[in-house]
């Protein structure tokens, strides 16, 4: 089990798309709509592991202010302002989908940011310290910030509940974080912080790459019939996608360069860029009624350019950045080199 799990894990890239396809095929031949009592156990199945895995005693280490504080401030002015703005652009009109698939890149923007920073930031050889404090302070302001920001900017479009939108953010966060944490401290007290951190931490994350596969399966299945009769509302939702990466790309690289040294402004771009779309997806699937699925449709999308934008950025981080002395150290050492396994 472990074995198809890990392999899941590290062909995420492909993973989650294959899984897309699948969707597409079962909700266009059968009624796709009982699969929605599956939406709130399949995102714990996806949220827990990352939670149990979150190392929250790295907040207190560390001189690292102005990083952190420039990371939030993009986070929650920059960031939701382009997605704000990239929707009014790109998806506006007389039909109902755009203006919802304009809500969906806006909660893209409002929810920072996923375990998938840390990870990425640790195959570019950045600071990973660093980007854990990002990871823990983004997810607890982006979900007290995203309800509020919804209803603010969103408002005139889609009617916002902000208590029922507050309580699915619970459900999805905090609940997962608590019991996560409870996870991690008996586990340690029962075998061991070394023990824990060698042989039982490990496990975790590839249960978490499963429901991500698993959440974008049953995106695509509750929306199959209506893609397949608008094929190209799909390039409708990728064109502004696109534009919010790069954009977001663009302006990092360039703020990483100007304010930080290398290994801080890699967790800065990734502290950033990587929007945490498995809290989106589920909020937007559980929050907003019928129109939620619509919503959900631009967020399922997104997975495909956030993880595929990561790997060539990487790729590239040597240009944007100048080389580092880890990367020769591992260079003399190719035993020790680590394969690129696609994070959560």
Known sequence: MLKILSFIQKNLVWAIPVSMIFGLIYGYLFDASSLKQFIIPVTFIMVYPMMVTLNVKTIFKGHDGKLQLVTQLINFIFIPIIAFFIGKIFLSGEAEKLGLWAVGLFLIGVLPTSGMTISWTGFAKGNKEAAIKMVVFGLVIGSLAAPVFTKVFMGATIEVNMLHMFKQIAIFVF??????????????KKYGTK?????????????????????????????????????????????????????????LTVIGRLLFKREDAIAMVFGVVMRDLSIALAIA??????????????IALAYIIQIQSAAWYVKFINFM???????????SEPDKTEKLTVPL
């Open 175 to 188: 609940l997962p974080l608590v019991v996560g944490l409870f996870t991690q401290f008996f586990g340690m």
């Open 195 to 251: 023990h824990w951190n060698e042989k039982i931490k490990p496990k975790f994350p590839p249960f978490s790459a499963l429901g991500v596969v698993m959440i974008a399966f049953l995106a695509m299945s509750l929306k199959a019939r209506h893609i397949i009769a608008n094929p190209g509302d799909i390039v409708t939702i990728l064109v502004p996608l696109a534009v919010f990466y790069l954009i977001s790309y663009v302006f």
């Open 285 to 298: 699937m559980t929050a907003f009624g019928k129109q939620g699925m619509t919503i959900a449709l631009l």
């Open 321 to 331: 950045f100048g080389s580092s002395t880890a990367k020769k150290e591992m260079a």
